[in-house]
T-cell receptor, first 114, second 111 residues
Framework: DAMVIQNPRYQVTQFGKPVTLSCSQT?????MYWYQQKSSQAPKLLFH???????NEADTPDNFQSRRPNTSFCFLDIRSPGLGDAAMYLC?????????????FGPGTRLTVL | RKEVEQDPGPFNVPEGATVAFNCTYS??????FFWYRQDCRKEPKLLMS???SGNEDGRFTAQLNRASQYISLLIRDSKLSDSATYLC????????????FGTGTSLTVIP
């Protein structure tokens, strides 16, 4: 049974055309994360929510925004995608932010920018 | 210095071989440790958590050395299906960005 779900799995957008990626979870976890992963690189944290509290990484471009309307859903908005934003976008959750937490990843959305 | 460092490999080993990966971490306050497996163009999947006493799951053994700040993963009797990238992940146990990833070690098991 899917626990962290991402839609769509593949997204093609045009340069500069806003795009929204979706993540939902059935785990009732407090923390949700968005990562960007490019080929042969480690996932790079963009931001995370601890419940409703939004935490942005210092080096995340302003072009990337996020919304978490409820516990189950979290969205990644890319306002004006550039060619360099083509990547796999991974959503992850963890239970409570505790030191013993484990992360669970969704299947990812692969974004292509034309 | 990176929080988590891994040898990126690639490791190319014959089927049936034993292979070991190491990962070092810089924050001595790190709380918990994990190995994830990531197949090409897929999401990371938890392979195993790493406990202080060491733990084993079938052909996979993970060890933690807090004094030297490294963790290891040993794969015995390698299978073709073990071919993947293995990510070392450390939870430094603070609010905010608490999970740090290594860049991954690529393993290819050759028939």
């Amino acid at each position: 049974d899917a626990m962290v779900i991402q839609n769509p799995r593949y997204q093609v957008t045009q340069f500069g055309k806003p795009v929204t990626l979706s993540c939902s979870q059935t785990l009732n976890h407090n923390v949700m994360y968005w990562y960007q992963q490019k080929s042969s690189q480690a996932p790079k944290l963009l931001f995370h929510y601890y419940d409703k509290d939004f935490n942005n990484e210092a080096d995340t471009p302003d072009n990337f925004q996020s919304r978490r309307p409820n516990t189950s859903f979290c969205f990644l908005d890319i306002r004006s995608p550039g060619l360099g934003d083509a990547a796999m976008y991974l959503c992850a959750t963890s239970r409570s932010g505790a030191s013993t937490d484990t992360q669970y990843f969704g299947p990812g959305t692969r974004l292509t920018v034309l | 210095r990176k929080e988590v460092e891994q040898d990126p490999g690639p490791f190319n080993v014959p089927e049936g071989a034993t292979v070991a990966f190491n990962c070092t971490y810089s924050n001595s306050a790190s709380q918990s440790f994990f190995w994830y497996r990531q197949d090409c163009r897929k999401e990371p999947k938890l392979l195993m958590s790493v406990y202080s006493s060491g733990n084993e799951d079938g052909r996979f053994t993970a060890q933690l050395n807090r004094a030297s700040q490294y963790i290891s993963l040993l794969i015995r009797d390698s299978k073709l299906s073990d071919s993947a990238t293995y990510l070392c992940v450390v939870n430094i146990g603070r609010t905010g960005n608490q999970f740090y990833f290594g860049t991954g070690t690529s393993l290819t098991v050759i028939p």
